[in-house]
């Protein structure tokens, strides 16, 4: 059967616009055809208008954007809220930078205080410890403190500043030993946050050969930092002295030294010893992210590992100078008709005797003899990062207030 003369489709339907003349249609037309929203199905509407569905459509999806949008916000601000984070105000310092300049202040306060301020106190400490010949031990620091004046009275500033040079030049030895060792081995310089037991040993062996590189340049040092600047010859002395002196004890040439004079292959282990232990002793624990009270543990940690290590130390210094002819200040005081200055004439054959002669002849206390100059010594460190640190924080609150 013939469908073709059932058409519904009108005889004026050009497909694009509908144009009946019974309908009043005239012209352009106002009705046109838009892909359909349905597949199959053909929606006939005005020019410029969407489809009812997809008018929906598009609304959901805003919404739905909202309402992520939304979430994501509540979500930082609770983030933001427990951190205790709060947007700078303007015109204000961020705290971060407060803290890192309160830091660097006090980090620089300390090393000043360690390495130049408190360098009188390892001078008159290390006199008391090779001088054998002293009635008077120096336990405490008050003592230390008038014997450090009389010697300042009879001699000038200087005499309690000699050899600050020389200690700087052995820092840097070391600091460059320990780098060219670890760079020319594997063993670690710095230990990871989780380490193993492996590279500990290697960490502490690589202190250990760097106290003993430093050694003869230590000796030079020790030296320059216990003679008296009665007998010194001020024409002669440099600042290079430390490092040729090194280089001679080192090498064995060229050395006015006398036969008593210890080979350095048996200082090498008690040095290395030495090392390691005050190393292990003194390194503070990871502690938060402030920084005073890093500097803190970091100085009560030394103190500590000075006092357990005195004698070891005491011992290292006698059998440093044997046979160096070295002539120190007495450390007695002036007040009576004693010599101003002592020879250090010592044979020891070896730190075991070294410290059983002086168990036997100087008593207990003589391993410990010029320790109230170590008290007097972190007494001061610590006095002046109290002080720095009350001062940066007023000078920190002042200017919080006049940012704000």
């Not at 960490?203 to 030079?220: D, E, N, R, S």
Request: glycine letters at 12%; a neutral charge; one cysteine or more.
């Amino acid at each position: 059967m013939d469908r073709s003369g059932f058409s519904r489709r009108p005889d004026s339907f050009d497909g694009l616009g509908y144009r009946g003349e019974g309908l009043g249609y005239r012209g352009d037309p106002l009705l046109v055809t838009e892909p359909p929203d349905i597949p199959g199905s053909r929606n006939l509407q005005l020019a410029g208008e969407r489809s009812p569905l997809s008018g929906e459509r598009t609304g959901e999806r805003e919404e739905r954007t909202g309402e992520r949008e939304e979430r994501t916000g509540e979500k930082e601000e609770r983030t933001a809220e427990r951190a205790g984070w709060e947007a700078p105000q303007p015109g204000q310092v961020p705290a971060e930078q407060l803290s890192r300049f309160a830091g660097f202040g006090i980090g620089l306060v300390s090393l000043f205080t360690e390495n130049v301020l408190a360098h009188p106190c390892i001078v008159f400490r290390r006199q008391c410890q090779v001088n054998y010949h002293a009635r008077c031990y120096h336990l405490s620091p008050f003592s230390a403190v008038v014997v450090m004046y009389s010697i300042t009275k009879a001699q000038g500033l200087k005499a309690l500043w000699k050899g600050l040079g020389s200690t700087f030049i052995v820092h840097g030895i070391t600091l460059g030993a320990e780098g060219v060792i670890s760079e020319l081995t594997p063993l670690p310089r710095e230990l990871p946050h989780r380490w193993s037991l492996k590279q500990l040993a290697g960490h502490l062996l690589l202190k250990g050969l760097t106290a003993m590189v430093a050694l003869p340049f230590y000796c030079a040092s020790l030296i320059e930092t216990v003679q008296s600047e009665i007998v010194r010859d001020e024409a002669s002395s440099g600042l290079l002295d430390c490092l040729r002196e090194g280089v001679t004890r080192l090498f064995g040439v060229g050395a006015p030294h006398s036969l008593r004079l210890l080979p350095l292959r048996w200082l090498l282990l008690p040095a290395a010893l030495h090392g390691v232990l005050r190393y292990v002793i003194t390194d503070p624990p990871d502690l938060l992210d402030s920084y005073f009270p890093e500097l803190l543990a970091g100085c009560a940690g030394a103190l500590v590992a000075d006092v357990l290590l005195f004698p070891l130390e005491t011992a290292l210094h006698r059998l440093s100078l044997q046979g160096t002819r070295t002539i120190i200040d007495s450390t007695d005081g002036s007040g009576g008709n004693g010599p101003l200055v002592l020879p250090v004439n010592t044979q020891y054959d070896g730190v075991s005797d070294c410290l059983l002669a002086v168990r036997r002849r100087e008593g207990p206390a003589g391993f410990y003899r010029g320790v109230g100059a170590l008290a007097a010594q972190y007494a001061l460190q610590g006095a002046l990062l109290g002080g720095a640190r009350a001062l940066l924080r007023v000078l920190l609150l002042e200017g919080g207030r006049g940012a704000a």
